[in-house]
């Protein structure tokens, strides 16, 4: 059965960095696009940034060059790296696991972790 698990939320200030986790056991597909994914207060979920199994990123324009999505070597394990954040990246993270050619669509993605907070302050 596939799980992912997310960890490393938490509170951060203004400027300051974190650094997401995302491990994922059983993968159903031999390769796959790995997303990360957030939904803010009030908000709709929104794709922050995406890789292939060839390992080409995507980002949303607002958080490009300020964060970073990579994952290791056997595609276990995907991160997220946050720096220089801001109120504005205040939102539940969410990790995502879909077939080969997901892109920024939620429903691309057929399976999810629980989430991880990530709270900054001003």
């Known amino acids: 059965q596939v799980h992912l698990v997310e960890s490393g939320g938490g509170l951060v200030e203004t400027g300051g960095s974190l650094r997401l986790s995302c491990a994922v056991s059983?993968?159903?597909?031999?390769?796959?696009?790995m997303a990360w994914f957030r939904q803010p207060p009030g908000k709709k979920r929104e794709a922050v940034a995406f890789i292939s199994w060839g390992g080409t990123t995507y980002y949303r324009d607002s958080v490009r060059d300020r964060f970073t999505i990579s994952k290791d070597n056997v595609g276990s394990t995907v991160y997220l790296q946050l720096d220089n954040v801001n109120v504005e990246d205040t939102a539940v993270y969410y990790c995502?696991?879909?077939?080969?050619?997901?892109?920024?669509?939620?429903?691309?993605?057929?399976?999810w972790g629980q989430g991880t907070q990530v709270t900054v302050s001003s």
């Open positions: 059983e993968p159903p597909f031999s390769d796959f696009t």
């Open positions: 995502a696991l879909g077939s080969p050619g997901s892109s920024w669509w939620a429903d691309e993605y057929n399976y």
